[in-house]
Structures are given as structure tokens and as C-alpha cells.
């Protein structure tokens, strides 16, 4: 991705478009953000980190989505059974009394490392990537 600037030239009395790149660190920052935690670290070449956050939000994530697919299985079981008549207001109560408490703290621990992961990354790539770019212009 560029960023576009524009620079007046005297010669020719128009705007002329510069186009520079973006900076690695941005680009770090905005791959953890949108795509998933841990690719910005990876292209910063810090797989370890990448692989750590990665692996963490996959299996929050993947965790998450089994117990939604496994309430919902349910519920679809006791509509098709016609324990549950189809209606808007009893499926959503059944939904939300189905979760005991210890089911409802795994779902929040997983949300909650979900959400640190991901906010870990951003922050964390974008800081990595600053410091290898200080790097970068100090050595050369």
C-alpha cells in the first residue's frame, strides 16, 4: 500500500502525485488488525512471537465456534423434535439458559484471549517494526 501526496511543479504550473510506500510498521500494524494476530509479526520475520499469537487467538477462536455450532445443533435438534415450537422469543431463551456457569466463564476466558491476542498484536508489530526501522536508519 502507498500513500499519495501531491507537490506542485513550478515548470509545469500542475500537482504532481508522489506516491511513497508505506511503512513496514504500519504495514504490520493493519495485517494484525484485519487479517488475523500474529501476520503482522510475520512480516517482520518474527515468526516465534507470530506463531505464539496466532495459535492463542486460533484456539480461542476455534473454541468459540464449537460451542456455538454445538448450542445451535441443539436447539435446530429440539425444533426438528418439536420439543420447541418455532418461535423467536422461546429460541432465544432457550439459547441463553442454555450455558451453566462454568460453560459461560470458558466462554468469556476465550472471548477475553481472543480479544488480548488481537490487541497484542497490533500493538506489539507496530512497535517491532518501528524499532527494526531505527534499526535500519541507524546502520545505514
Known sequence: MAQLQRQWDDKTGIYQSLVTPMKKHTKAALLSAFIFPGVGHFLLKKHIQGALLAGTAFVALYFLIAKTVEKTLLVVEKI????VPLDAV???ELVSN???GTETQ????????LIISWLIGIVDSYRVGRAQG???DAGG
Open 80 to 83: 426438528q423434535s418439536g420439543e
Open 90 to 92: 422461546t429460541i432465544t
Open 98 to 100: 442454555q450455558t451453566t
Open 106 to 113: 470458558l466462554l468469556r476466558l476465550a472471548t477475553a484471549a
Open 134 to 136: 531505527k534499526e535500519i
